[in-house]
């Protein structure tokens, strides 16, 4: 299960390391993948995660949350 978490306020690579780091400490995460260009992370999960956990995690790292959607799966 994958969201897709657009994030503004990431500026440069350190922003966008932050940001991973502390999405990669939320328990079932798996691994976060931050695009500091598309200012996006996609949330990669063994059980479903709300989306306040995530924005919480993100405000905490010093960056606010646009949206969070669910990625479309290539399987339907």
Do not use: P, W, Y
Not at 10 to 21: D, G, I, L, R, Y
Not at 22 to 42: C, M, P, S, W
């Amino acid at each position: 299960m994958k969201k897709i978490v657009r994030i503004e306020g990431m500026k440069c690579m350190h922003c966008a390391q932050s940001v991973q780091k502390a999405l990669e400490a939320l328990e079932n995460v798996k691994d976060a993948k931050v695009d500091l260009d598309k200012k996006t992370a996609k949330v990669s999960m063994d059980a479903e995660i709300s989306d306040e956990i995530i924005k919480n995690a993100v405000k905490e790292a010093g960056f606010e949350v646009i949206s969070i959607e669910k990625a479309k799966s290539i399987f339907g």
